[in-house]
């Protein structure tokens, strides 16, 4: 069975070793490296190949937003979950607009963070349960205003 490949990307020392542990309980998945600031994401993305990033959307310094941008220029096949605390609507377009395939909340169960991984590595999007209406939403506003714009 091929591993997933991962890289934690968060500035709190004590969560990436959270995620560590969690992820690497899983047969199918290895944790290639740990960064904790933007440039080193950005060198260690392009140095070890990951699969998935788990990137902290509000890291700080150039962000994990633009640090997603940079990442996914150089490495348009990487797949990137971005991790925050927020479900601010504007964060979530920003990092829908940088190229995630993944937006989950720190709060999330370790069992959903895992599903995850193994969703967005095979090519899928997740996003998280308490975001997901809220995409909806507006997705379905967007389309409701291209047809009345169409009328």
């Given at each position: 069975?091929?591993?997933?490949?991962?890289?934690?990307?968060?500035?709190?020392a004590m969560f990436r070793e959270?995620?560590?542990?969690?992820?690497?309980?899983?047969?199918?998945?290895?944790?290639?490296?740990?960064?904790?600031?933007?440039?080193?994401?950005?060198?260690?993305?392009?140095?070890?190949?990951?699969?998935?990033?788990?990137?902290?959307?509000?890291?700080?310094?150039?962000?994990?937003?633009?640090?997603?941008?940079?990442?996914?220029?150089?490495?348009?096949?990487?797949?990137?979950?971005a991790l925050t605390m927020h479900?601010?609507?504007?964060?979530?377009?920003?990092?829908i607009r940088a190229g995630v395939?993944?937006?989950?909340?720190?709060?999330?169960?370790?069992?959903?963070?895992?599903?995850?991984?193994?969703?967005?590595?095979?090519?899928?999007?997740?996003?998280?349960?308490?975001?997901?209406?809220?995409?909806?939403?507006?997705?379905?506003?967007?389309?409701?205003?291209?047809?009345?714009?169409?009328?």
């Open positions: 069975m091929a591993q997933i490949r991962l890289l934690i990307v968060d500035h709190h959270a995620l560590r542990a969690i992820l690497e309980r899983q047969e199918d998945m290895v944790v290639v490296g740990e960064a904790r600031d933007a440039s080193t994401a950005v060198r260690l993305a392009s140095e070890w190949q990951p699969d998935v990033i788990l990137m902290e959307a509000e890291l700080p310094g150039r962000g994990g937003i633009e640090t997603t941008r940079k990442i996914l220029t150089e490495r348009p096949a990487a797949r990137v979950i479900d601010d609507d504007e964060l979530i377009a920003a990092a395939q993944g937006y989950l909340l720190k709060e999330s169960q370790a069992a959903d963070l895992v599903q995850a991984v193994r969703t967005v590595a095979a090519g899928g999007a997740a996003i998280d349960p308490t975001v997901a209406g809220r995409v909806w939403r507006q997705y379905r506003a967007l389309v409701d205003h291209q047809a009345a714009a169409a009328d």
